[in-house]
């Protein structure tokens, strides 16, 4: 089969590759297999050498990157230039600290000696979206890598120029062949893939929907698997906030990446005393959005990343409205060509309505009234994702109380806007995954925790 780029801004076809037949892809995970071997027995510090290489590509070629993105999957330039930067980040922060994170650690016991060592699991398979083609896939693989792992890359099939730039860019950096290689094939052969004897474990970043499938079938053949899949992030704005404060960091955190994030400021939940002053406000912000194409300076949303995607966002923009949601701010769908979709806003939404319920995986932010701190917080536990949150309140102490104790995902941030750090672990919990990536908690998902006992 064929695998098709297309531009989302015009709708014109980039590139067409021809896909891997299921046995060249087995092929290319036996090179993979080999190779790790090898790569295993690397030490820490020659790694890092690498890793720090892939940085410095990834910096350098930055602003091609950046076209790349834009011109696959619609996001503005200036956003993929900064993601590529994240990716040398990420690369940066497990070079310098994999081996302390990984370092033996002694346990004191009835035996001479007993200690807890890590090692690698062998081949890892990272199934990744289109949202953030980039740092999905470095997310993974650089603390894969540095374990010890090889790392075989299959990313969505609208973004194959960019995972094969991935592939390229750990060519050039100089790593041992094959330690990193992208798989052009379709979805229908990741199963294949997955049930390989050479695959030791899988990453998955995508919908409730692939999780389910991958960890089915990762698990029918007993293999480790790591799930972050979608979110409908609750932002809490209490009647303390600081309001112009908050109204910025919501939303900057609903429309970055055309609100294509699974960590997206989805869910505007704001206290009644307040919500009118807020409105105002990100009602204010929003119309400075700057829709259009991703190549353009001036762009800050640019179209998402297919037209299928854009029509059901519509879909359930619409069905809110005709169960009683006010649709203050865009919700209709641009003349001519493109995957374009206004920055829209929703009120009054209320349960049964998509907005409320549904992850929106686009340019639509929702508001959600509540009468007091109480019921902030039950709105927000009242969904079935647990991947991001935040609280805006100007009490430092109640912000982290309700950050640690009261709303149910896997990340709250106070008074900011919820984002992935290499130095933090990311991950969530319901439909929204399990598992953890980056900083030292990501880098044991893919390691054998070897206890050692010697009488």
Known sequence: MNLESINPATGARIRSWEGMSDATAAAVLQCVAHAQTGWHATPFDVRAKYLRAVGQALRAQAPELGRLMAQEMGKPLAAGAAEAEKCAWVCDYYADNAARQLARQVVQTDAQSSFVCFQPLGVVLAIMPWNYPLWQAFRCAAPALMAGNAAVLKHAPNVTGCGLAIEALFQHAGLPRDVFRTLVIGNEQCRAVIENPVVNAVSLTGSVRAGRAVAAQAGAVLKKCVLELGGSDPYVVLEDADLDLAARVCVAGRFTNSGQSCIAAKRWIVVEAVREAFQRRVVALIGREKVGDPCAPETTIGPMARLDLRDALHA????????????????????????????????????????????????VAAIIAAQDEADAVRIANDTTFGLGGAVFTRNRARGERLAAEAIQSGAVFVNQQVKSDPRLPFGGIRDSGYGRELGPFGIREFVNVKTVSVA
Do not use: N
């Open 316 to 363: 359930q923009v619409r069905v809110s409205v005709a169960k009683g949601a006010t649709c203050v701010l865009g919700g209709t769908l641009p003349p001519g060509p493109g995957a374009f979709y206004p920055p829209t806003l929703l009120t009054d939404v209320r349960p049964g309505m998509p907005a409320y319920s549904e992850e929106l995986f686009g340019p």
